[in-house]
């Protein structure tokens, strides 16, 4: 099958016929490897989707060495615990440029809410739709240390490592309802790949 075009609201469209997933809300989940682009991407499809909050990995503290799903914890019980219940999450942010916590912030229930990063499609995740980016592996590490800085270039190896097994033992990438080329996406449009 050939590769297809697509535009946000359409995909917004779709996504907000899904049933429920997560209490009330639908859950969006977009993962893939680091550097694929799945930050950018999210931010493009929540403009679509006006008032879908997002939840990231990098909002939760992980180290480089820490398990891939350190994350999951705390994104559980601060934020799906709550809005699955139909009440208003509470959320510090962490920053990681300044290696601390933002001000709380309350995240009230909607629709759909959008998570976004390595782990986010995982079997475990109470998703109503799974979205796989990838990129290849010489710009996603041109991305991620462009992001991060040049010192961090053997952390990120490491990172990607890890992040490859977990894929693979997961088998993430097979349980997506929507495989997207990393490379090509605009603020308009993006390209989605069918499984080979």
């Known amino acids: 099958m050939p ?3 697509a535009t946000y609201p359409a995909l917004a469209t779709r996504l907000l016929t899904l049933p429920p997933s997560c209490g009330p809300a639908r859950l969006i989940a ?3 490897p680091s550097g ?3 930050s950018t991407f999210t931010t493009y499809l929540a403009a679509a989707l006006v008032g879908a909050p997002i939840i990231r990995s990098d909002d939760f503290r992980v180290p480089w060495d820490a398990e891939i799903l350190t994350w999951w914890k705390p994104l559980q019980e601060t934020v799906l615990t709550p809005l699955g219940e139909g009440r208003p999450a509470h959320l510090r942010r962490y920053d990681w440029h300044h290696d601390r916590y933002a001000l709380e912030e309350e995240i ?8 976004e990063g390595v782990g986010a499609a995982w079997t475990g995740s109470p998703a109503a739709y799974r979205i796989w980016i ?5 710009l996603r590490r041109a991305r991620a240390l462009d ?4 010192e961090y270039a053997t952390a990120w190896e490491t990172w ?7 894929f693979t033992t997961d088998a993430t990438r097979t349980h997506a309802n929507l495989h997207i080329n990393g490379t090509t996406f605009t603020p308009h449009h993006f390209t989605t ?3 080979g």
Do not use: F, N, S
């Open 30 to 32: 977009v993962d893939g």
């Open 147 to 150: 992001r991060d800085g040049p």
């Open 36 to 38: 694929a682009g799945k």
């Open 193 to 195: 790949l069918y499984p």
């Open 134 to 138: 990838d990129a290849p592996l010489p």
């Open 3 to 5: 590769d297809t075009t």
């Open 108 to 115: 009230p229930p909607a629709p759909l809410i959008i998570i």
């Open 160 to 166: 990607t490592t890890r992040e490859q097994a977990h």
